[in-house]
């Protein structure tokens, strides 16, 4: 395809995008009807065991039809669902009756925190400042399973990092499933007084309809903060928040020397201490002396070969997880610069300090700092001395949806520095037009004494959305200069501006009709890059046709054309996919794709142009509520003229035994075909409440290799383990 016709193509796609914004733009926004609740305060102790028997519960419920979001929007459950909200001095309670016309099909399992997303669940989200910018989720499962994070403003998406200290139970009965949960008031940031106002909305999930329900309604257009009812409590008070966390943590590595001969074990024993102090009711500061960031899990393998840009890494690091929905910085996550805060530049911190809070409702803030032990005197003369990482956060929120905030991160070390300065908001009109932007600018000096700073080391990004039930519009302009440097951020690219645009549009099926049928989706977008250095453009446009079915199933077909340039090559490519997902029955779930794409092979020189498949396996088996096997395959090749390129397989394998909420065993092994690697990984956690734990680990890689003349040869030969190692981590946390 020649350049023009790329150019006609992206002309007839804004062009129509237009017409559609503009004919829609007489729309009348939805009416917004507000409620408010009131808790319930109890003197009784409420015993969290799932069983609804205290006289509390036996009060009138609050009886509202749950309205679907997902995948059809505007429908009622076809099963009720019955709220309770309480409190005494100390505690949230939240206890729920989930009606079910069929509890035998209910889907749910004994699993460890945070794995329930393919169960049945409900949901609490708390907006304990009730300001509109920061809320606390709470799910449960109907085994009593906990799942939690935060909803920011900013995302649409729920963070599921943060693990917060809170009780639940459920019982499964002949009528469906009832809930318990008991939210401590000081692991929550609130504005204490007499009369203390929160946001609450709560949700629903029933897996085999494949719905998730939302009361209040969450409206086109909006999500959680958006949609909140007011709860009104009475004399809530600051609870005194003192949390001291001690750990200690034993380690061993070994190493083969020969095949017949291995190292000495490296031993090391580290304490380790945290302690957290709610200065208010909304204020909390932080600080680590040798923390423990050892990961109870390893990364997920990647396909790292033939990649233009560095492979993310999702942050599993508990400082560095918890409270982080305040640093969240708005830029374009489809973009080229997805993270302002990536925290996983921070290697191997030796402390770590953080402050976070509100103040008069409005205003939320973060600061962390962290120095970064990761030197090596072979490469770096500058051993003994330590990388310094300081990150700021401030955001104003007016309104529901609507905030203006600022960012600050940096990294110094040995006379060189990188400091980025940006400012973000969103901006919320007429219900349906959500406008976006953020500016960066950044200063820095490299280890040759170099100071870079000027326009070239800026970032820009504009982002409008329009939706309604039918149609969602999506423009964005992103600028990314050519010196931008980002050492605490995650960078794909640099020197361009950036044009997107995309247009969705629902066909929602007639469910008298057709009910195992929900949506169908057809949405086309249309990218163009242009580079600030090589004046040459690179351009995207593909269609997509999504369809959402019960039993969780969805089927996805994809069409694109692009245009890349690389090494002062233009390269035209063509690209097809399928994908489709399905949960069979309650243990069994599967997911696949299949790819063939025209791709460059970036490592040659000059590099070329060839064709390959990309196939994705996972099959998720429950045989029991205790038992867990998950189970997925990765397949990338490349050829050209008949030649292999490359050829890459990946093979996960996880097998869990839950034997209750606390304790687990966990089998884990990873191969990658290219690297002729193997990764194991055998733990055995019991956790009482998150920071209580007990880890026990062992780890193995294995390598193909060859010893030949006293020394190894890579990729060849047998399949050794080259390294083993072994853990053991207990802590306590102390709360007062």
Known sequence: ???????????????????????????????????????????????????????????????????????????????????????DKENLYFAFRCLDAEPDKIKTAITKRDNITGDDWVSASIDAMGNGQLGYLLFVNPNGIQADGVTSSMHSDDDMAADFVWESSAKITKDGYDVEIRLPLNSIGFKSGKNVEMGLLFRRRISRLSYIGAWPEIKLNRWILTSETKAEFKDLKKQLKLEILPDLTHSSQGARLTPDQWSKNVKDTEFGVGIKYGITSSTTAEITINPDFS???????????????????????????EGMGIFNFWTYVYGYFPNAVYTRQIVNPGWGAKLTGNIGGKFSFGVLSAGDDTWDTSVIPNKEKQAFFGIARGKYGFGKDNYVGFVYTGRTFAGQYNHLFGIDGSIRAAERHWFRASYIYTASKDSSGNVIDGPDTGYGNFTYTYGTKAIILVGNLEHIGKDLRADAGYLQRRGINVLRSAIYYNIYANQKKLPWLKVITPYFVFDITRDLITHKDDVRVGSVLSIYFIKDATLAFTYQRARENWQGQAFDMDALKAAAAIRLSNWLRLTGSLLWKEGIYYYANPAFMGSGYGITFTADIQPSSKLNQNFSFTHSDLKKDGVKIYNVDILYSKTTYQFNKYFFLRALIQYNSYQERLLTDFLASFTLIPGTVLHIGYGGMYERRDWVDNRWIPLEGELYNIKRSFFAKVSYLWRF
């Open 1 to 87: 395809m020649k350049k023009k016709s790329f150019t006609a193509i992206g002309g007839l796609v804004i062009l129509w995008m237009l017409g559609l914004w503009s004919a829609q733009l007489s729309a009348k926004p939805a009416e917004k009807v507000d409620e408010t609740i009131s808790g319930v305060k109890v003197d009784e102790k409420i015993k969290i065991d799932g069983i609804l028997d205290e006289k509390i519960w036996q009060t009138p419920a609050i009886k509202k039809k749950f309205i679907t979001t997902t995948p059809l929007y505007g429908y009622e459950l076809p099963y009720d669902t019955l709220v309770w909200v309480a409190y």
């Open 295 to 321: 990961q109870v899990e390893s990364d997920a393998l990647q396909v790292e070969v033939n990649q233009r840009y560095p492979l993310f890494y999702t942050e599993k690091r508990p400082f560095f997880m």
